[in-house]
């Protein structure tokens, strides 16, 4: 055959493609699994690590900044990474990464040396939430990725609630050393599989943009900007409620840690289901992907306010019937969210997009946690004043996206 010509697509082939996307999605949420189980399990674990190490709260909080703080620089390279290399490489190399230098954590015994390796370590995580996002936005066409991203996002609040349910029970009976090389084998049991199963999108086509004019068009976008002020403040409810949820639980209502972590698997497994549930909802509704965020906002404001408002000791059936509600918001909102920033990309720069709007998460996680652990210290561990101060914080950040939305409607074009 001459050079130049292109066979045409037959029909076999192209059902074996609309198939194998599907193959595609569940290692992706494999993968997000695996290092969700890890990079969210150190919020699981804060309890026995501050009693290991007698810890105050905001210490206890700066496990989870460790973690985070590299991803918080690194997200934005690797998405102009992942817009030019093989995401399967990319995802994977992070995997083992965070995997092993989780392994290596389990052998450490100086807080200060623990705080280290999880810095070290939290760069693996840069490459999994833009990368695996990538990767559903090719391979789904726009009437199905919303459904396709919010089951791929399911990875991470399952991630979570596999943490709450085996890390918990694993640190009581064998020690944290043991729960932390369990995260680490999934992190990179998840990595492997990934690389075993992924395969480029057909047609995938390397977009050509130069990187600070791309970025200075990202930041004058409307939707991006919107986009980012959500993240940063849902991600900083999300990991207060991973941090602290156990500690509170212990602290005001009198819930062992071991339970505890039950209550948190409610709230993450509900997670899961908000995840889908709203992003199906946003490809659905006329009012788009931005009305099920704002929602999710004031929703988890709303339990925020509860959370500060109850009395100690309340019955335990209804604490998780409280989790259930407040996890299915705050953990929930992300499956719209990405689709979101995802589809304002418009097919260019895809990963550069990704990683710049989950940079401003990565501030949340950053500094959530400690602001979260310092207010409950000054108030003398009383967790009323922090969890009120995080619903005012979701209330203004409401106010600013509806504020926007309302100047923006759905469907208005991009102006880059």
């Known amino acids: 055959m001459s050079g130049g010509a292109s066979s045409p697509v037959t029909a076999a082939e192209r059902q074996a493609v609309d198939r194998y996307r599907w193959t595609v999605l569940v290692a992706a949420t494999t993968a997000q699994i695996g290092t969700a189980v890890l990079y969210l399990g150190v919020g699981v674990l804060a309890g026995f690590i501050q009693e290991r190490f007698d810890l105050s709260g905001a210490q206890t909080g700066l496990l989870i900044t ?92 399952l991630g979570g609630a596999l943490a709450a349910a085996v890390l918990p029970w694993t640190a009581e009976r064998f020690g944290v050393d043991a729960a932390l090389l369990t995260a680490a084998f999934a992190s990179i049991s998840g990595g492997l599989l990934f690389y075993a199963l992924y395969r480029p999108a057909p047609l995938a086509a390397e977009p050509a943009y130069r990187f600070g004019r791309q970025l200075r068009s990202l930041l004058a976008e409307f939707r991006i900007r919107t986009a980012m002020w959500a993240g940063l403040a849902m991600v900083s409810a999300q990991f207060a409620l991973l941090a602290y949820l156990m500690l509170y639980l212990r602290d005001v209502h009198e819930v062992p840690l071991t339970r505890g972590a039950w209550v948190l698997f409610v709230a993450q ?78 097919g260019q720069a895809v990963g550069l997009t990704l990683a710049l709007a989950m940079t401003a998460n990565q501030l949340g996680l950053v500094a959530a946690p400690p602001l979260f652990g310092l207010l409950v210290d000054l108030a003398d561990s009383n967790y009323r004043p922090a969890w009120a101060a995080l619903g005012f914080a979701l209330v203004l950040t409401a106010s600013r996206v509806n504020a926007g939305d309302r100047h923006h409607p759905p469907g208005a074009e991009r102006k880059v």
Not at 273 to 280: C, M, N, T, Y
């Open 269 to 346: 497994m509900s997670g899961v289901a908000g995840r889908v549930v709203l992003a199906r909802w946003s490809d659905q509704i006329g009012a788009g992907r931005l009305r099920a965020v704002l929602t999710a906002i004031l929703a988890s404001a709303a339990g925020a306010f509860v959370l500060a408002a109850i009395p100690g000791g309340i019955p335990l059936g209804a604490l998780y019937v409280l989790a259930a509600v407040v996890g299915f918001w705050t953990f929930g909102w992300y499956g719209p969210w990405v689709v979101l920033v995802a589809e304002a990309a418009d």
């Open 66 to 157: 460790a973690i985070g703080i590299v991803p918080l620089f690194a997200l934005i390279p690797v998405g102009r990474f992942l817009d030019h290399h093989s995401e399967r490489a990319i995802i994977t190399g992070g995997a083992l990464l965070l995997g092993g230098g989780m392994a290596l954590a389990s052998m450490v015994d100086t807080y200060l040396v623990v705080l280290l390796v999880f810095t070290a370590a939290g760069a693996g995580y840069a490459t999994a939430q833009p990368g695996g996002s990538k990767v559903v936005a090719a391979w789904f066409p726009a009437e199905e990725r919303g459904v396709a991203m919010g089951i791929r996002q399911t990875g991470l609040p």
